[in-house]
T-cell receptor
Framework: DMKVTQMPRYLIKRMGENVLLECGQDMSHETMYWYRQDPGLGLQLIYISYDVDSNSEGDIPKGYRVSRKKREHFSLILDSAKTNQTSVYFC?????????????FGAGTRLSVL | GEQVEQLPSSLIVQEGASVLINCSYTDSASVYFPWYKQEPGKRLQFIIDIRSNMERKQTQRLTLLFDKKTKHLSLHITATQPGDSAIYFCSASPSNNRIFFGDGTQLVVKP
């Protein structure tokens, strides 16, 4: 059963604290993504990872960094979180073969920065 | 880069009605167009897709139409049920691993 798992599901942090969001997939997909979802703004791409240690900025990378040391894990890091980073964050991995342009999404992490 | 626009942003219908969600894109390099459904509080899930060499695809109560000339897609859902209530996202993918999403259409189906 193909699965993308995100941890934690809910997180409350104070402004200035560091935040680590983790994502795992069990499908050996090479390409993974981090998106944030805000009301009325759809999905905004933060970072793409093409494989281990091969990461690329998306449309809104400022204030974020990523780490991918193993193919199955992709982490999003917020150094010194800001209140405008309150959002729902989704991780996704890109399928292969006949589904090579389909994304498999995690359940999301709802982050509140106070 | 690619821009994907969806209309309407929201729809409220009675159970059994049909709905149409429109989507347009700007980059002629986009060749693959998957749609996703997000039920309240849940993850996005793939529901249907179409490639740029096709004009129509149907699966159960979903019909997806594609017009390459006008860069326009439309998703038709027939015989709607309360379980169809969700946000529907159109997306477009050129061949560079980038996948661009529309802002979503919130569908509410009233019993």
């Amino acid at each position: 059963d193909m699965k993308v798992t995100q941890m934690p599901r809910y997180l409350i942090k104070r402004m200035g604290e560091n935040v680590l969001l983790e994502c795992g997939q069990d499908m050996s997909h090479e390409t993974m993504y981090w998106y944030r979802q805000d009301p009325g703004l759809g999905l905004q791409l933060i970072y793409i990872s093409y494989d281990v240690d091969s990461n690329s900025e998306g449309d809104i990378p400022k204030g974020y960094r990523v780490s991918r040391k193993k193919r199955e894990h992709f982490s999003l890091i917020l150094d010194s979180a800001k209140t405008n980073q309150t959002s729902v964050y989704f991780c996704a991995s890109r399928g292969t073969g006949g589904r090579q342009n389909t994304l498999y999404f995690g359940a999301g992490t709802r982050l509140s920065v106070l | 880069g690619e821009q994907v626009e969806q209309l309407p942003s929201s729809l409220i219908v009675q159970e059994g009605a049909s709905v149409l969600i429109n989507c347009s894109y700007t980059d002629s390099a986009s060749v693959y167009f998957p749609w996703y459904k997000q039920e309240p509080g849940k993850r996005l899930q793939f529901i249907i897709d179409i490639r740029s060499n096709m004009e129509r695809k149907q699966t159960q109560r979903l019909t997806l139409l594609f017009d390459k000339k006008t860069k326009h897609l439309s998703l038709h859902i027939t015989a709607t049920q309360p379980g169809d209530s969700a946000i529907y996202f159109c997306s477009a993918s050129p061949s560079n691993n980038r996948i661009f999403f529309g802002d979503g259409t919130q569908l509410v189906v009233k019993p």
